[in-house]
């Protein structure tokens, strides 16, 4: 099945730096990559996602590129600010699974 | 708020105990999916349910069973608990039956088993 993993497991940046989160997936056969936030005490929450047929999407401070050649994904933030703090996950979707399987989590600490 | 709510928010029980947990789902999805959320295990897919039917199966313990009801909320039933089983469990919903529509979780049941 589908493995995914992620790197690092924590990130410290300084308020108005950017944060790279990066993931690898092993199927081939994923489509759909989704990043999710998760603040103490909440469910995780999506924040963008891409789909394979697709480099590279940009929100505001957010970007996800996507290398599907090379099997592996990133979240980059900008402009950090200490509300980015959480704890961030990947994901990636197989449809002959029909599930997402998700990494294991990046926390990030944004500091003043 | 996802729209999404989930009760108890906590459960405290005893190792060989059954428990429910109940979720319902945004307004108009029809899909709930059921994760399990460990330290050392990660966010793990469980269960989901399109419109009352499973539509597809993860790492889902034989103890553990689903179902989804005609007015579309769900309970997840956790049976002969063991220690392993305290976590977060999520339930999220989606509009449609495939997992690359988005899902929106709810706030999660802390399960304790002591």
């Known amino acids: 099945g589908e493995n995914v993993e992620q790197h690092p497991s924590t990130l410290s940046v300084q308020e108005g730096d950017s944060a790279v989160i990066k993931c690898t997936y092993s199927?081939?056969?994923?489509?759909?990559f989704p990043w999710y936030k998760q603040e103490l005490g909440k469910g995780p929450q999506l924040i963008i996602d891409i789909r394979s047929n697709v480099g590279e999407k940009k929100d505001q401070r957010i970007a996800v590129t996507l290398n599907k050649t090379a099997k592996h994904f990133s979240l980059h933030i900008t402009e950090t600010q200490p509300e980015d703090s959480a704890v961030y996950f990947c994901?990636?979707?197989?449809?002959?699974?029909?599930?997402?399987?998700f990494g294991t989590g990046t926390r990030l600490q944004v500091t003043l | 708020d996802s729209g999404v709510t989930q009760t108890p928010k906590h459960l405290i029980t005893a190792t060989g105990q059954r428990v429910t947990l109940r979720c319902s789902p945004r307004?108009?999805?029809?899909?709930v999916y059921w994760y399990q959320q460990s330290l050392d295990q990660g966010l793990q897919f469980l269960i989901q349910?399109?419109?009352?039917?499973?539509?597809a199966k993860g790492n889902i313990l034989e103890r553990f069973s689903a179902q989804q009801f005609p007015d579309l909320h769900s309970e997840l039933n956790l049976s002969s608990l063991e220690l392993g089983d305290s976590a977060l469990y999520f339930c999220?919903?989606?509009?449609?039956?495939?997992?690359?529509?988005?899902?929106?979780f709810g706030p999660g049941t802390r399960l304790t088993v002591l």
């Open positions: 999220a919903s989606s509009v449609g039956a495939k997992g690359y529509n988005e899902q929106f």
């Open positions: 994901a990636a979707y197989t449809g002959t699974a029909s599930k997402l399987t």
């Open positions: 307004s108009g999805d029809l899909s």
């Open positions: 349910y399109y419109n009352g039917e499973e539509r």
């Open positions: 199927d081939s056969a994923s489509n759909y």
